[in-house]
């Protein structure tokens, strides 16, 4: 991977921060070298109101103080609050917005993030309208009830990149908030906040913990109004993680920049010969040429992850058949661990996304998603031929 394939180059110290920000012993009663898992849900208080820095643990934790200290540094950012799933940031970041509001979202995300805004938020008298990924189309739906706009990049699961800094651009002339879901590709890969973002948000149940044994999420900004409303948030709506879960992930941000070297190597390896195989329609993966974005991803990011999407030539017969044929891809939905996971997502991670919606973006019964883990590349690939040569 000399030159990192035409990508910016990838971002120095992000794994001496993952290791020692926030994380001196000396600043510890017992000099430990690793951050405690603290579990006590209260603290004494030395008179009626009067309590040194920790009150209640949906308030605040040291296990989660210290998560969030490493992932804002990461980010480029001043604050970063944790909450107990990436939909969990995600609603608690839509209490920002009043009955009356609107927002302008990507039209390919998560499905989840779909049904929230589609099924929760409208009953709060949110409005959301969903955009074709570009600047034009973003600025024809903004009203003046407007306050946000919402993307992922790369969107799951079609995997288009959206041009954050045009995006940013335009929610600064119109005074949006402007927030980047930047699951897929982790600040290893992108900083959204260098784009003009205002939030990012991470689903950390990812890449960010890589070994799918743990939920969270978290909300990341510079403005330190909103920092100190995320952090209202986690005690005011009270969807915060487990001080076991952050230490978890403490534990698995050292490793960040190793693990997603190798999903770049091990995806595009995948994307590379499935877009040579026969029976394969299209592959979709922002480092390949044949990528729409190919240029876009280039200038933005430093790489991409292991996730990446195809069409099979065939039907739902022919998805089934290849799914199940498959050994070390596990089909299941969620992404970004070590294991490889493959997934139907009109079935699976985007069932609930309207009909109509789902067949505009091309998520279709021949559409797969895979998450290529840290396996060796060339069993993974026999994987995919063996699966490949039973449809
Ligand atoms: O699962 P949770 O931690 O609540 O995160 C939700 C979420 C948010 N943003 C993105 C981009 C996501 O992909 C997800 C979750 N996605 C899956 C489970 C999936 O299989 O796509």
Redesign the pocket.
């Known amino acids: 991977m000399s030159n990192n394939n035409g990508f910016l180059p990838l971002p120095k110290g992000l794994s001496t921060i993952a290791i020692h920000e926030g994380q001196d012993p000396d600043k510890r009663t017992n000099r430990e070298v690793v951050i405690p898992i603290s579990m006590t849900t209260t603290y004494k208080q030395e008179a009626p109101g009067n309590y040194k820095e920790y009150e209640y643990i949906r308030h605040g934790n040291p296990t989660r103080d210290a998560l969030e200290k490493i992932i804002a540094k990461m980010e480029c950012a001043k604050h970063a609050a944790c909450f107990s799933?990436?939909?969990?940031?995600?609603s608690s970041l839509l209490t920002l917005l009043k009955h009356g509001d609107h927002f302008v979202c990507i039209e390919d995300?998560?499905?989840?993030?779909n049904r929230l805004f589609l099924e929760i938020a409208s009953n709060f008298g949110i409005e959301v309208t969903f955009a074709e990924n570009n600047v034009d189309a973003f600025e024809k739906c903004i009203r003046p009830s407007t306050k946000m706009i919402f993307v992922?990049s790369p969107t799951?699961?079609t995997l288009q990149v959206v041009d954050l800094e045009e995006m940013g651009k335009l929610a600064k002339r119109r005074n949006l908030m402007f927030v980047v879901?930047n699951?897929?590709l982790t600040p290893f890969f992108q900083r959204p906040i260098s784009f003009g973002a205002d939030v990012v948000?991470?689903?950390?149940?990812?890449y960010m913990n890589g070994h799918s044994d743990v939920?969270?999420?978290a909300l990341v900004t510079n403005d330190d109004k909103l920092g100190e409303k995320f952090h209202f948030f986690q005690k005011a709506i009270g969807a915060v993680p487990s001080p076991f879960d952050c230490y978890q992930i403490i534990r698995s941000l050292k490793t960040l920049p190793l693990r997603m070297k190798q999903h770049f190597k091990n995806g595009l390896a995948v994307a590379e010969y499935l877009e040579k195989h026969p029976k394969i329609e299209k592959v979709m993966h922002p480092a390949l040429p044949s990528h729409p974005q190919h240029e876009l991803a280039k200038r933005q990011s430093s790489g991409h992850s292991g996730i990446l999407s195809f069409y099979l030539k065939g039907d739902m017969g022919a998805s089934t058949k290849f799914l199940n044929s498959l050994k070390y891809f596990t089909l299941a939905?969620?992404?970004g661990g070590a294991e490889s996971l493959a997934?139907l997502?009109v079935l699976?991670?985007h069932s609930w996304v309207p009909e109509q919606q789902r067949k505009k973006l091309g998520i279709t019964d021949n559409l797969i998603?895979l998450?290529v883990g840290l396996e060796d590349e060339e069993d993974l690939i026999a994987d995919l031929e063996q699966a490949l040569n039973n449809v």
């Open positions: 799933s990436g939909l969990g940031a995600i995300i998560y499905g989840g993030t992922e799951n699961p879901d699951t897929f948000v991470h689903s950390l149940s990812k939920c969270m999420g939905p969620s992404l997934a997502n699976m991670t998603r998450s």
